[in-house]
């Protein structure tokens, strides 16, 4: 079975600062994609960034990169130069967008 | 139209009742996935429908939720004999193919039940 775990349930940063939100997943696929999506207040999901799991290369989208490790079946994500609408819940996404339970990211003027 | 629609986007009914959730995705999306967020939560998948394929029910969890998506564009969640636990965010999403394959999806604003 899928499964995803983001084992930080809230986080808390100055604006500016860098933060890097966890994910682990489980999968006995040898293909597959991963995802970051953001949450604001306003409910809306919006996707961040996305890794397929083939590419060896660390996916990058202006602030926001990840952290892949597929040995070790981690999935971080960095947020540089943090931004106060940066605020949000942020949930990854596995194989058959199954989600983690989300992290809470407060960023602090 | 431009983005996935959801409605209603509030919705408070009596325990008991029934309710029906509509989902509009976008123009020519041929995957649509139903989610449920209770408050705080994280996404729990419901159901999947991609095509004319047999939908992907695995996530719904009782036989009082069904779901059913007409001529492959609008789907309705109906949830039977509502129970307070049913109160979260319903959230539809879509995208042009299978979302696993890398295709981003796309999420609605979502609907808010509350059974009181």
């Known amino acids: 079975a899928q499964t995803v775990t983001q084992s930080q349930p809230e986080m808390s940063v100055q604006e500016a600062e860098t933060v890097t939100l966890s994910c682990t997943y489980d999968?006995?696929?040898?293909?597959?994609?991963l995802f970051w999506y953001k949450q604001p207040p306003s409910r809306q999901m919006i996707l961040v960034i996305r890794?397929?799991?083939?590419?060896?290369q660390n996916a990058t989208e202006n602030r926001f990169s990840v952290n892949f490790q597929k040995a070790a079946k981690s999935f971080s994500l960095k947020i540089s130069d943090s931004q106060l609408g940066d605020t949000a819940m942020y949930f990854c996404a596995g194989h058959k967008l199954v989600f983690g339970q989300g992290t809470r990211l407060t960023i602090n003027p | 139209g431009a983005g996935v629609s959801q409605s209603p986007s509030n919705k408070v009914t009596e325990k008991g009742k029934d309710v029906e959730l509509r989902c509009d995705p976008i123009?020519?999306?041929?995957?649509l996935y139903w989610y449920r967020q209770s408050l705080g939560q994280g996404l729990e998948f419901l159901i999947y429908f991609q095509g004319n394929s047999a939908p992907d029910k695995s996530g719904l969890p009782s036989d009082r939720f069904s779901a059913e998506r007409t001529g492959g564009s609008v789907s309705t969640l109906t949830i039977q004999r509502t129970q307070q636990e049913d109160s979260a965010v319903y959230l539809c999403a879509s995208s042009p193919q299978q979302g696993a394959r890398g295709n981003t999806i796309y999420f609605g604003e979502g609907s808010w039940l509350t059974v009181v």
């Open positions: 890794q397929e799991a083939y590419k060896q």
């Open positions: 999968t006995s696929e040898n293909n597959y994609y």
């Open positions: 123009s020519g999306h041929t995957a």
